[in-house]
């Protein structure tokens, strides 16, 4: 499995929600969340898991699924998991 680099992770998320949500611009990826995101229904929110899961090589189980509802709290988990692999801490994504 390959680990991602801890500075990598932003980026690949955003991919991730850009081939999910095509319409949204890298800002509303930044701050989307499943409140706000009107395609963002169950169908999208497997298809958002799984283009997670093969980008990471993770596998994401049903207690994470659930709290998994916006950019920031996957982005968030993502970086708990580098963390427990003892990788470094990703930096802050600034979307201007």
């Known amino acids: 499995m390959n680990e991602p ?4 992770i932003p980026a690949k998320l955003t ?3 850009s ?11 930044a701050s989307a969340r499943l ?9 999208a929110g497997v298809t958002l898991a799984t283009a997670i899961e093969e980008e990471f090589g993770i596998e994401l189980d ?3 699924l659930e709290q998994l509802v916006s950019f920031r709290s996957i982005l968030d988990y993502l970086t708990g998991l580098n963390a427990a692999r003892g990788l470094p801490p990703i930096e802050t994504i600034e979307h201007a």
């Open 5 to 8: 680099q801890a500075n990598d």
């Open 15 to 17: 991919r991730c929600f």
């Open 19 to 29: 081939a999910v949500f095509p319409e949204l611009s890298v800002q509303q990826i």
């Open 35 to 43: 409140e706000t995101v009107e395609r963002w229904d169950s169908v």
């Open 62 to 64: 049903s207690p994470a």
